[in-house]
């Protein structure tokens, strides 16, 4: 069993910086397919960036690939996303996710096996 646990969500203006942090308990993290999903009021769950097993492979929403980072640190079991430029419509609640399927990267929540709680960032214009 995986657990997720996200962090450094919070409420920031409009330019700024934030980084979220997902920690994956149990012995898995290096075959974890992993990515970050937001939701924001009314709408789906859509995917923001994935990276693969290995960190080789990496996706980006057009609307933030040039805005943010994923990354993930094995030693530490942990997933990063590095979000700067923040505009108000990067307000959401961002989830973590994952899988141990074998997929090239996780960007499709019907694929998602194991979800953090959320954390909320709110961009303020």
């Known amino acids: 069993q995986v657990q997720l646990v996200e962090s450094g969500g919070g409420l920031v203006q409009a330019g700024g910086s934030l980084t979220l942090s997902c920690a994956a308990s149990?012995?898995?993290?290096?075959?974890?397919?992993m990515g970050w999903f937001r939701q924001a009021p009314g709408k789906e769950r859509e995917s923001v960036a994935a990276i693969g097993w290995s960190g080789s492979r990496t996706y980006y929403k057009d609307a933030v690939k040039t805005r943010f980072t994923i990354s993930r640190d094995t030693a530490k079991n942990t997933m990063y996303l590095q979000m700067n430029s923040l505009k108000p419509e990067d307000t959401a609640v961002y989830y973590c996710?994952?899988?141990?399927?074998?997929?090239?990267?996780?960007?499709?929540?019907?694929?998602?096996?194991?979800w953090g709680q959320g954390t909320q960032v709110t961009v303020s214009s």
């Open positions: 996710g994952a899988t141990l399927r074998i997929v090239s990267v996780l960007t499709n929540t019907n694929e998602v096996d194991y």
């Open positions: 149990g012995r898995a993290f290096s075959r974890l397919s």
